[in-house]
T-cell receptor, first 111, second 112 residues
Framework: GENVEQHPSTLSVQEGDSAVIKCTYS??????FPWYKQELGKGPQLIID?????GEKKDQRIAVTLNKTAKHFSLHITETQPEDSAVYFC??????????FGAGTTVTVRA | DAGITQSPRHKVTETGTPVTLRCHQT?????MYWYRQDPGHGLRLIHY???????DKGEVSDGYSVSRSKTEDFLLTLESATSSQTSVYFC???????????FGQGTRLTVV
C-alpha cells in the first residue's frame, strides 16, 4: 500500500516568516494530494489539494507543489500568522477512494 | 461545516466490553470512512464504505467491524475493546471517493 512520510514533525516560525512542510509518497499511481489542517479538539479540515496533472497550486498565502518524478509534494505558507498554528497533515490517494496520511507537522507561529 | 455528527464524543470503557461508535451525515455523500488518530501515526484508515451495505477494510481493521444500513449512518464496532484501541476516532465523508473528505469532530475513546 501507499506510504507517506512527512517532515518535519514540528516547526516553529516567527510571525511573518514562511513555513514549508514536505511529504514523500511511495506509490507512483497516486494522483490526488490533499493537505489538511487540524486545530486543537477539532477534526482535520482540507486547506488545499493538488492533482497529478498539475505542478503547483496557490490559494492566497498557501501553495502546494508536486514533483511526480521525485514523488514528493510540499506545502508552503507565506506571511505566517498566529492563526496558522495547528497540526498539518499531507495525504495521498489513488483512484481507490482511500487516503494515506503522513504523521503530521505541528506548526507554531511565534508572535 | 459539513453535516457530520459523531456520537458519543467521549467514552471510557473497560477491556473486553463491546463498543459502538456512530457517524451520522446529512450530506447524502456516498463514501464514509472511519479513521483512528494516534500520536506519531497521523490518521490511519480502519474501514470504509462506498454505499449502503458495501464496506471494505482499511490498513488497521483487525478488531473492528462496521455496518452501513442507511446512507446517512456508518457504525464502527469494537467487539471486545482492548487498551490498544484507546485512540481518537474520526469519521469522514466524501461525495466521489477520490475527492475532498470532510471530517467529523472525533470521538475520544479510552479503554481501561
Amino acid at each position: 500500500g501507499e506510504n507517506v512520510e512527512q517532515h518535519p514533525s514540528t516547526l516553529s516560525v516567527q510571525e511573518g516568516d514562511s513555513a514549508v512542510i514536505k511529504c514523500t509518497y511511495s506509490d507512483s499511481a497516486s494522483n490526488y494530494f490533499p493537505w489538511y489542517k487540524q486545530e486543537l479538539g477539532k477534526g482535520p479540515q482540507l486547506i488545499i489539494d493538488i492533482r497529478s496533472n498539475v505542478g503547483e497550486k496557490k490559494d492566497q498565502r498557501i501553495a502546494v507543489t508536486l514533483n511526480k518524478t521525485a514523488k514528493h509534494f510540499s506545502l508552503h505558507i507565506t506571511e505566517t500568522q498566529p492563526e496558522d498554528s495547528a497540526v498539518y497533515f499531507c495525504a495521498a490517494s489513488r483512484n481507490d477512494y482511500k487516503l494515506s496520511f503522513g504523521a503530521g507537522t505541528t506548526v507554531t507561529v511565534r508572535a | 461545516d459539513a453535516g457530520i455528527t459523531q456520537s458519543p464524543r467521549h467514552k471510557v470503557t473497560e477491556t473486553g466490553t463491546p463498543v459502538t461508535l456512530r457517524c451520522h451525515q446529512t450530506e447524502n455523500h456516498r463514501y464514509m470512512y472511519w479513521y483512528r488518530q494516534d500520536p506519531g501515526h497521523g490518521l490511519r484508515l480502519i474501514h470504509y464504505s462506498y454505499g449502503v451495505k458495501d464496506t471494505d477494510k482499511g490498513e488497521v481493521s483487525d478488531g473492528y467491524s462496521v455496518s452501513r444500513s442507511k446512507t446517512e449512518d456508518f457504525l464502527l464496532t469494537l467487539e471486545s475493546a482492548t487498551s490498544s484501541q484507546t485512540s481518537v476516532y474520526f469519521c469522514a465523508i466524501s461525495e466521489s471517493g477520490g475527492d475532498e473528505a470532510f471530517f467529523g469532530q472525533g470521538t475520544r475513546l479510552t479503554v481501561v
